[in-house]
């Protein structure tokens, strides 16, 4: 099964995906994914850097997170065919 992970925040208002030193370093909330290619988490490690989030803010990050790691497994997938 393969793995990817991406890390996800809240910076002034808004979710983004793989932030940046900047992004991350303004982040109110920083948190990061780490999930097998058959949909199952390995890791989920979360911080509120001041004001703590709620569920529905942590639904969010977690939707936007797997936005990133389907790319991510699309782009595996086609190493390892190009491989073949």
Same mark, same amino acid.
């Given at each position: ?43 989920? *490690? ?29 782009? *595996? ?8």
């Amino acid at each position: 099964d393969s793995i990817a992970a991406v890390s996800v925040g809240t910076v002034a208002g808004a979710d983004l995906l793989d932030l940046c030193y900047e992004e991350d370093s303004r982040a109110a909330v920083d948190f990061n994914v780490v999930m097998t290619g058959s949909g199952k988490f390995v890791e989920l *490690q979360g911080t509120a850097e001041g004001v703590p989030f709620d569920r529905a803010r942590l639904n969010r990050l977690i939707d936007t997170a797997l936005v990133g790691l389907e790319v991510l497994f699309e782009k *595996q997938k086609e190493a390892v065919e190009g491989l073949l």
